[in-house]
């Protein structure tokens, strides 16, 4: 039955509708994310719900499973970030600790290894290494953007680049497109972000 559904959908408005909508929404979301805005959140969960789709039809097994993840750390963001703000209704930047950063890159390798050989060996995973690469760097940084972390941004970047080459490659234009856009906008993102964690430090008793 969901195959008849997407089908149909994909006969009436052609893929890359589908996979510009998705850019669109996430352009304005980062947009958002950058402006310290709590309402990123409805655009991102309308944007991972067709990525989820996307990635599944062009066989990137685990960044269509990611979304599923991306669609409950949106929620869980969401609350964290209602309940992070400042007087101005903008979320309070945060870094991360030296215990935190060493806990993020220890998970990503090993999420890399483990998901990376199961993709390769159990199904027909299309760059199944640089799929999980991705993936796994995405978790990471969503995980630190959801807890207002600076260094969020820096994750992302390297993500965006990784990802840019993986959709060149696989002629998935619109979303490589999306992706130049996130890496110009997670630098801005992190020279915005910077100065909020600044001016927060400088007010700190």
Not at 157 to 184: N, Q, S
């Amino acid at each position: 039955m969901l195959k008849e559904i997407s089908d149909f959908l994909v006969s009436v408005l052609g893929t890359n509708s589908i996979e510009i909508t998705a850019t669109l929404l996430g352009i304005i979301n980062v947009a958002l994310i950058i402006r310290r805005s709590i309402w990123n959140y409805p655009f991102g969960i309308a944007m991972v719900i067709l990525y989820a789709w996307i990635f599944f039809d062009y066989k990137l097994y685990a960044e269509a499973g990611l979304q599923v993840y991306f669609l409950m750390i949106q929620f869980v963001g969401w609350y964290w970030w209602m309940h992070g703000r400042g007087q101005d209704g903008k979320i309070n930047v945060l870094r991360v600790s030296l215990g935190e950063a060493g806990l993020c890159a220890a998970t990503g390798a090993s999420l890399i290894a483990v998901l990376g050989f199961t993709l390769n060996r159990y199904t027909d995973a299309s760059l199944p290494y640089l799929d999980s690469a991705v993936t796994s760097l995405s978790i990471i940084a969503q995980f630190l953007l959801a807890r207002q972390r600076l260094e969020s941004w820096l994750v992302w970047i390297a993500t965006d680049i990784l990802a840019i080459g993986i959709y060149l490659y696989k002629g998935m234009h619109p979303t490589a497109f999306l992706y130049v856009v996130f890496l110009f906008m997670a630098v801005a993102g992190f020279r915005s972000w910077s100065r909020n964690a600044a001016s927060t430090r400088a007010v700190s008793p």
